[in-house]
């Protein structure tokens, strides 16, 4: 019985880990641009939705391709990130228009891409083969680990260090700390906002899309995917803290683990146990657990 | 005499206005003897819209705040009336008040911990309440009847006729848009645009900000639950994705386009998204791209949406009349 | 206040395009008389590959019918609306097909669940519904009425001939379910575990996992089911769920643990083609290319040519619900709904899968259920039975009286 329980125990929390760190993939891009910007772009999901598309045909026409599901996900993320631009560009006027009319705005666009994306592929469901090299599992103390979730787990870690060393150790990093700290300050100090915006809407943008297409093979592609993944994400962003990188990969890992071990209790209502955090959360420590009052 | 019976009924100083809404209502009365039966369908669901979208604007358009998880307390009225009927067996017009009841207490139940929060905060947690109720919604089997929902909801044989359905949901939603316009331009109302405009001012001034914002919230969710009564019984059946984040767009986009700041906003925006919704799927299948574009054209260049535009218009019009130009 | 866009030309804009949209519908020409046949289907979603074979095999249908002088020599005009699996949206679509669209005929959408709302509108505007896919038995049981009719196998029908399947299996002493939370699934199941338990007693039933319709990450319970080892999984995932569950399950080695007996309905099968896990046995409504019926055969080759793939099931029952409102309008020499009702009452049609006849008191056909074990065929690219065997389906079916209680239990 013990063994039993131990090997569901590892398997779930392989699980939740997997869960919860694809979705700190695109928590991150929006806490960082909310940080950077103080924009709340609720169309970020789209963006993981479209990254998933844009990968998919990537990958399918290379498919002969050695390498090819690693070239469409750096293809799909650059693709993305060339619409995150689009949409950054348009975001513009909203800058001063607080955060209701940022809401709005891109709550439209949520519309508008999720009906692109069935315009071009249809309302179809896709699925994606793992890639070559992970598709089996390892076998670790006599439990069966699928590879895929392993590396999804080891890719969000080491972008998570890789945004780590970009934040504390180089000059661009500095700047855009200095600007989630205050944004006016740099703008007179010289630094061109809005080359800096555009890059972080970028750089948030190409995490979202590359994302997308990772997860993909764990599951499938449709329509869907955009309103499935930013309720989440957004109860994420908001228990870490709007805008604090530790505070969304800590809430990410609890919002995983909590949906993976809820399974187990209530198969049913998973998902509730998810709101039920974020819903103590915000009357315990309103501002999240690491968010600025 | 004009003067002394607008002051009696208290609806505010244009005759013109008064014109306006009697015309209306003497065409919205006879329209169904010219009509042939799914457009009168489609009035149904106008004025279920408009009743829904005024519910909402209670929130956004008087007090300032944006949800999104609102079409579940639209889901709960529908759910509630559902399940009375079917599992109780409590007749329909006992069932309304009933389900009232149930969605105000839930709705209080949700406003407390919401009212709480403020803008950003406030939209999310309401979009998480809404998903909670939904995903209860579609798991409870037993209860709910999950994902299918709840099915044969007939209105009693005294409405059963498509016109007589009509005329009373004609009914309802005239008695209800009155009473929420009695609520705008009352202390109450007033007091919640006084939040909507300023709040940390009104906190100073001895507003006890939180409090009106609860009691905005359920007041909002009941008219919402009625909508969501009346829509039971036009469609014979209720499902989770009534009480869902799409859903709840609903309200918003009516509200947006039509205008939060203007009574009339709400109206205009379900007729537009009502009938526009139509005329555009007949002909393309992409009605979510047509209506984002719209939404997003009017977020952009005309907040305030197209209630408000004509507001303004209206003002100009004004002015220049009275300076003589 | 810079604006890129007067505010006059967009409002002016608005209204022009409203008005343009406004009278498009009415300026379209009017057809001749056509008899038109409403298929709402779930084209968006999980059931997506379902809804396109059923809404493919409809065309066939149609197109062949025409060619042949349509019914009663008028032509026929096939419309097509996306359900999306969820409930309001079929139910708008409906009463906008029947009471702007006037059909004279309606086929319903994958999701039972939808298809029970629609039935509803169906029977109060009196138009016949054929229930071209199989499904939930309270379609035909407490909510069945004289419009709905089920050319294809009920819940009850479908998982009794898997009981029969799984009986046949004698070393098995434990097995567990799988299937998606929705009245559908939950009927398979319930249909399946009663007739297995008077076959096979010593049986016992670990587990029924409930994942949602369209869930996308099944490992959950992927985990969950290895844990318990049952001896037999019976499952009736479908589409792109099923697809899913396989391509997650599969590095777990869930297949190699124990057997597996699903719904193995084509689609599925073809979109998973190499992948389909071994050790597995299936049932299926209609697996065309294992039926060798001559119509059958004649009908695989044609929808290989004209639509490039191999028909699903739901493009068989499709076609053959399309072939019996023709036999029914000509039966009665008329479209309008109560007649046809009428002419088809306890008739025997011709199908694709044979001739199936209806039962008088509720309609409800005697198609059989296909079981056997699954093989992949390189001839075909995907999984076939190899080979089918047909399970009659009305030994299980409620007696008339027992449904007609069950109906005025239900009317309340």
């Known amino acids: 019985m013990t063994s039993v329980t131990f090997v569901t125990f590892i398997n779930q929390f392989i699980s939740g880990a997997t869960y919860g760190l694809v979705l700190f993939m695109v928590a991150l891009g929006l806490a960082l641009i909310f940080g950077v910007m103080s924009i709340v772009n609720l169309a970020h999901g789209s963006l993981y939705m479209m990254g998933a598309f844009f990968g998919y045909f990537i990958w399918f026409a290379f498919k002969d391709m050695h390498f090819s599901f690693w070239l469409s996900v750096l293809l799909a993320g650059l693709a993305v990130a060339g619409a995150g631009l689009i949409l950054e560009f348009l975001l513009r006027p909203f800058y001063r228009r607080g955060h209701t009319d940022q809401l709005l705005f891109t709550y439209a666009f949520t519309y508008i891409i999720a009906d692109l994306v069935k315009m071009f592929w249809g309302g179809r469901y896709y699925t994606l083969p793992r890639p070559p090299g992970l598709e089996g599992s390892l076998t670790m103390a006599g439990i069966m680990l699928p590879t895929y979730n392993l590396f999804i787990i080891g890719v969000s870690l080491l972008i998570c260090v890789l945004l780590w060393f970009l934040l504390a150790r180089t000059k661009l990093g500095k700047i855009i700390r200095a600007a989630v700290f205050d944004r006016e300050m740099v703008g007179i100090l010289g630094i061109r906002l809005p080359w800096l915006f555009a890059f972080v809407f970028g750089i948030g943008a190409f995490v979202a899309g590359a994302a997308g297409l990772l997860a993909a093979p764990m599951g499938s592609i449709g329509v869907g995917m955009d309103a499935e993944i930013i309720v989440p994400v957004f109860v994420v962003c908001i228990i870490g803290g709007m805008g604090s990188f530790l505070g969304a990969l800590i809430a990410s890992l609890i919002v995983g683990e909590v949906y993976a071990f809820g399974i187990l209790i209530l198969p049913q209502m998973a998902m509730a146990f998810m709101f039920v955090v974020v819903i103590v959360i915000l009357i315990i420590r309103p501002q999240g657990l690491f968010g600025r009052s | 005499m004009n003067k002394n019976i607008l002051e009696s009924l208290r609806f505010g100083a244009r005759s013109w206005k008064l014109w306006i809404l009697l015309v209306s209502l003497l065409v919205a009365v006879i329209i169904p003897h010219l009509l042939p039966r799914y457009p009168i369908h489609l009035l149904n669901l106008f004025l279920i819209g408009c009743l829904f979208a005024l519910s909402y604007n209670i929130l956004l358009g008087n007090t300032g705040l944006l949800s999104f998880g609102h079409a579940a307390y639209f889901g709960l009225g529908a759910y509630g009336v559902a399940l009375l009927m079917k599992k109780a067996g409590i007749h329909y017009f006992l069932a309304i008040p009933m389900s009232l009841i149930i969605t105000g207490i839930i709705a209080a139940i949700i406003g407390y911990f919401c009212s709480r929060v403020v803008a950003m905060s406030f939209a999310i947690l309401t979009l998480a309440f809404g998903e909670l109720l939904f995903t209860i919604a579609s798991k409870w089997y037993t209860f709910t009847g999950g994902d299918d929902g709840i099915q044969s909801v007939y209105p009693p044989s005294i409405i059963a006729s498509s016109a007589r359905f009509y005329y009373f949901t004609l009914i309802v939603v005239t008695l209800a848009s009155i009473t929420i316009w009695r609520i705008f331009h009352s202390p109450f109302g007033y007091t919640l645009q006084c939040i909507r405009d300023n709040r940390p001012k009104s906190e100073s001034i001895g507003i006890n900000v939180r409090r009106y914002q609860w009691m905005a919230f359920i007041i909002s969710g009941i008219f919402a639950g009625l909508a969501g009564s009346l829509s039971v019984t036009l469609n014979w059946t209720v499902a989770p994705t009534e009480m869902g984040w799409v859903k709840g767009g609903e309200p918003l986009v009516m509200t947006i386009v039509g205008g939060q700041y203007v009574f009339g906003g709400p109206i205009i925006g379900a007729a537009i998204f009502t009938f526009f919704h139509f005329f555009v799927g007949q002909i393309t299948l992409y009605w979510a791209l047509v209506i984002g574009i719209v939404l997003a054209l009017v977020v952009r260049f005309l907040p305030g949406g197209i209630g408000g535009y004509i507001q303004e218009r209206m003002a100009i019009k004004r002015q220049t009349l009275s300076s003589g130009v | ?412």
Not at chain 3, 85 to 108: C, P, Q, W, Y
Request: aromatic content about 12%; some cysteine; glycine content about 8%.
């Open chain 3, 1 to 412: 206040m810079k604006r890129y866009f007067p505010r006059k030309v967009s409002v002016w804009g608005i209204a022009i395009l409203t008005s343009w949209f406004i009278s498009l519908p009415y300026t379209q020409a009017a057809n001749p008389e056509p008899v038109k046949i409403g298929l709402i289907t779930d084209l968006t979603g999980a059931a997506y590959v379902n809804a396109r074979d059923s809404a493919d095999g409809a065309k066939l249908a149609v197109d062949r019918m025409n060619a042949a002088g349509g019914i009663l020599g008028r032509k026929v005009e096939l419309l097509v609306r996306d359900s999306a699996l969820k409930t309001d949206l079929g139910v708008s679509h409906a009463r906008e097909l029947i009471l702007d669209k006037k059909v004279n005929f309606m086929m319903g959408p994958i999701s039972s669940g939808v298809r029970l709302a629609i039935s509803d509108v169906c029977r109060t505007f009196k138009v016949p519904l054929i229930d071209c896919i199989g499904g939930s038995v309270s379609l035909h049981e407490e909510r069945g009425h004289d419009y709905f009719w089920q050319i294809s196998v009920s819940t009850a029908g479908e998982s009794y001939g898997a009981a029969v399947g799984c009986s046949k299996f004698k070393k098995i002493k434990t097995l567990a379910t799988l299937a998606p939370d929705y009245v559908w699934g939950r009927q398979e199941v319930e249909g399946f575990t009663e007739p297995f338990k008077k076959m096979r007693p010593e049986v016992k039933v670990l587990e029924n996992f409930w994942p949602k319709l369209g869930e996308k990450d099944y490992t959950p319970y992927i985990t969950v089911i290895i844990a318990k080892k049952p001896d037999l999984l019976y499952s009736v995932l479908y589409g792109g769920d099923w697809v899913n569950f396989v391509k997650q399950a599969k590095p777990y080695g869930l297949f190699e643990k124990m057997l597996v007996f699903c719904f193995a309905e084509a689609s599925a099968q073809m979109a998973l083609g190499k992948e389909a896990p071994e050790n597995t046995w299936g049932f299926a409504r209609a697996p065309a290319v294992s039926i060798g019926t001559a119509e059958m055969k004649s009908f695989v080759k044609e929808y290989k040519e004209k639509i490039g793939r191999f028909p699903g099931d739901t493009s068989v029952t499709t076609y053959d619900a399309i072939y019996a409102f023709k036999y029914g309008a000509e039966k009665a020499k008329s479209t309008d709904g109560p007649a046809w009702v009428k002419a088809m009452k306890g008739a025997s049609v011709p199908t694709l899968r044979g001739i199936v006849k209806f039962r008088e008191c509720d309609n409800l056909s005697n198609s059989p259920e296909y079981i056997g074990p699954m093989a992949f065929d390189p001839q075909y690219g995907f999984a076939i039975f190899k080979p089918a065997e047909a399970v009659d389906t009305l030994p299980i079916a409620r007696t008339c009286e027992e449904t007609m209680e069950l109906r005025k239990k239900a009317k309340k």
